[in-house]
């Protein structure tokens, strides 16, 4: 599996590794400080629905080969 963290190397969480952490902390600094985040929630929109559409035709691809 892609995100399995077998892959991730040792030494921190796999969520920080993924830059999760990052970002979480970024918005709730921008949230205490009233100031604008780097990545516009927009364009964070964008992005989660490419990556969801990659994965359904990655699925889609791999039901059909089994087929």
């Known amino acids: 599996m892609a995100w399995s963290s077998a892959r991730l190397p040792a030494g921190k969480p796999p969520l920080e590794q ?13 949230v205490q400080n009233q100031t604008v985040p780097e990545t516009a929630g927009e364009q964070a929109l964008l992005a989660q629905r490419i990556v969801e559409k990659l994965w ?12």
Do not use: P, Q
Request: hydrophobic fraction near 35%; include cysteine.
């Open 18 to 30: 993924r830059g999760f952490v990052g970002c979480a902390r970024h918005f709730i600094e921008c």
């Open 56 to 67: 359904r035709d990655a699925i889609s691809e791999v039901i059909h080969c089994n087929n």
